[in-house]
């Protein structure tokens, strides 16, 4: 266990470190830019947030089940206020933010980890009864519909599609069968296919997408330039601090576009490794969730290490051209405070997770309603 736990600190500090670096390029330039001074405070209060978590015993969380529901509901709350006018804020035509002094938050980056460890618990609680109809499809369903709903409506769509396929992965390691998980997914999909057909400005995103050449100047222009950006970069990069495309070229260089600047600047050998690095991540996190004492350890462990490899993935893909843009950032390395915050934080109960584990893991299909052991 201590290899997986080694792994996963040296690749999120790297990437951490890589992600002060480019932030620090990314302002060149640009004097009115804040990235140096918020993302080190965001970064901070991350590290504290990671440590914390780390520190205690994520059993607590079982046995004071109404804690996670706290949380949710908080956050619940948070989500509504969003959609509340007066109070939310508008950015590019979507209210995903709420003002708190200097600061904003991102509610929808809080719904990530409280989705995690309500599911978590009630496939712990119910595991037994998981395989079943209510159990293991309706019932879990209460709980992901308002989330995702609230975050459609922002409208967030690429946090939703991530936070759908957080929750499906979990109800399936949580034992839900696959034949009540496809149904779902399908009505999913073509509700979504219906939604972008009407919408224009995800269609034409959509289309930017299929055809990038005819787009390029149009929606599909950050895309582009973005590939331009990569592909000028080489295999060892154009050097720190030299790329083009982030004087005005990519507008969203410092947070979902962080990936381009990183291909530009220092070449393929820096963007492989840092797909390398989130691989090892999500193995380690596996690794960890394989090992765990009981089922919710289990869960919870799958759940954070699917968000981060995935919402990387996705981040990734944009970049390069592979996926329709999102607005999706990259964790660990773009700027923005509310997304790093609980990135470190679903690290914190990685390694909480890893802390606890013995070498004799639980059985799967036993739920021990026993009292817990006391934290060492």
């Not at 405070?41 to 994520?58: F, H, N, P, R, S």
């Not at 949710?72 to 509340?84: H, K, Q, S, Y």
């Not at 967030?156 to 759908?164: E, H, I, P």
């Not at 269609?203 to 000028?232: H, K």
């Amino acid at each position: 266990m201590r290899w997986a736990t080694s792994v996963l600190f040296f690749c999120v500090a790297s990437l951490l470190a890589l992600g002060m670096v480019m932030l620090f390029s990314a302002s060149t330039g640009q004097p009115e830019a804040n990235y140096l001074v918020m993302q080190p405070i965001w970064c901070a209060i991350g590290l504290t947030a990671c440590l914390t978590v780390a520190a205690g015993d994520y059993r607590w969380l079982r046995k004071y089940w109404w804690l996670n529901w706290v949380f949710f509901a908080v956050t619940l709350a948070l989500l509504i206020l969003v959609l509340v006018p007066g109070i939310r804020i508008n950015i590019n035509g979507a209210y995903r933010w709420l003002r708190l002094g200097r600061f904003s938050i991102q509610p929808s980056e809080l719904a990530k980890i409280a989705l995690i460890l309500a599911l978590a618990w009630y496939g712990d609680r119910y595991q037994r009864q998981m395989p079943g109809l209510w159990k293991g499809l309706i019932g879990p369903g209460f709980i992901i519909a308002p989330v995702l709903a609230l975050v459609f409506l922002e409208p967030d769509v690429g946090t939703t599609v991530l936070l759908a396929s957080v929750a499906a992965v979990m109800l399936f390691v949580a034992g839900t069968r696959l034949r009540f998980l496809v149904p779902p997914v399908i009505v999913g999909v073509t509700g979504l296919v219906i939604f972008i057909l009407h919408n224009p400005m995800r269609l034409r995103r959509v289309m930017a997408f299929l055809y990038p050449q005819q787009n390029r100047e149009e929606v599909g222009y950050q895309t582009y330039q973005a590939m331009v950006a990569i592909g000028s970069g080489g295999l060892t990069g154009v050097g720190l601090g030299d790329s083009r495309q982030k004087l005005g070229f990519i507008p969203e260089h410092p947070t979902d576009f962080i990936f381009a600047v990183i291909g530009e600047e220092l070449g393929l050998a820096a963007t492989l490794l840092v797909v390398i690095a989130f691989l090892a991540i999500v193995i380690c996190g596996v690794y960890i969730a394989l090992k765990a004492r009981d089922n919710f350890g289990m869960l919870l462990a799958s759940g954070v290490s699917f968000l981060m490899g995935l919402q990387a993935a996705i981040n990734i893909g944009v970049v390069t051209g592979s996926l329709p843009n999102k607005g999706l950032s990259l964790p660990f390395i773009s700027y923005g405070g509310s997304n790093l915050v609980v990135m470190l934080a679903c690290v914190g109960l990685l390694i909480n997770v890893a802390r606890h584990a013995g070498d004799e893991p639980i059985p799967r299909g036993v739920f021990d309603p026993s009292p817990l052991p006391q934290a060492t």
